[in-house]
Each structure stands twice: as structure tokens, then as C-alpha cells.
Nanobody, 122 residues
Framework: VRLVESGGGLVQAGGSLRLSCAAS????????TGWFRQAPGKDRDFVAA????????KYGDSVNGRFTISRDNAKNTVYLQMNSLKPEDTAVYYC????????????????WGQGTQVIVDS
């Protein structure tokens, strides 16, 4: 499974961005997909995850209510809509796939993209 993120960039605080994760390869749409982020000098954090059919989602506490994860299996793409962005959301955002669990732990995701940078300017 190959994952390619896009949609990152520079945005003012309070603004919005939508990240995309395009997947290719066998079974790419039949597993849980998650988003994680890592800021410079900090540990990787869980952002959100979505089940294979999109019926179940999970969010990290710091983004709950502001971010929305969704997927379009016809396009093999998972999205992360980020609203009300804050400077502390600045990080490299990674798409992760292949999990059989709706888990916040990165160890359950065997496939990772290269990441896309999000910078929120105050």
C-alpha cells in the first residue's frame, strides 16, 4: 500500500485546510486509516482515524470538534478537514494505513506516507 499526502501549507490562525491521503495497492480501502502529526522536537501525536467503511471515527483530544476525517473509497482517498486552526497545530501531518483497529497507536499502522507540512501563523 502506498500513501501520498497533499494539501498542506501555510494558513493564518482561525483558518482551514483540507488534507488528502491518496492510497494505492491491494486492500487499501479495506483497513483503518489514520492521521498523525509531529511537531519539531515533539513526539508523534494521534490526530484522527476512520474505519474502512467510514462508519466509525476517533479523534485526538486536541482536535476533537475542530477536525473531521472522512473517506471516499471510490477514489481511495481519506481526507482531514481542519478548521479553526491554531499555531499549536503546526506540524508535519502523516497518513497511516493498514490497521485492523481504530487505534490511536501508530504501531498498529504498517503503512505510512511521507508527510505534508502544515504551518499555522499567529
Amino acid at each position: 500500500v502506498r500513501l501520498v499526502e497533499s494539501g498542506g501549507g501555510l494558513v493564518q490562525a482561525g483558518g482551514s485546510l483540507r488534507l488528502s491521503c491518496a492510497a494505492s495497492g491491494p486492500a487499501s480501502s479495506r483497513s483503518v486509516t489514520g492521521w498523525f502529526r509531529q511537531a519539531p522536537g515533539k513526539d508523534r501525536d494521534f490526530v484522527a482515524a476512520i474505519s474502512s467503511n467510514g462508519g466509525n471515527t476517533k479523534y485526538g483530544d486536541s482536535v476533537n470538534g475542530r477536525f473531521t476525517i472522512s473517506r471516499d473509497n471510490a477514489k481511495n482517498t481519506v481526507y482531514l478537514q481542519m478548521n479553526s486552526l491554531k499555531p499549536e497545530d503546526t506540524a508535519v501531518y502523516y497518513c497511516a494505513g493498514g490497521s485492523q483497529l481504530l487505534s490511536p497507536w501508530g504501531k498498529y499502522y504498517p503503512y505510512w506516507g511521507q508527510g505534508t507540512q502544515v504551518i499555522v501563523d499567529s
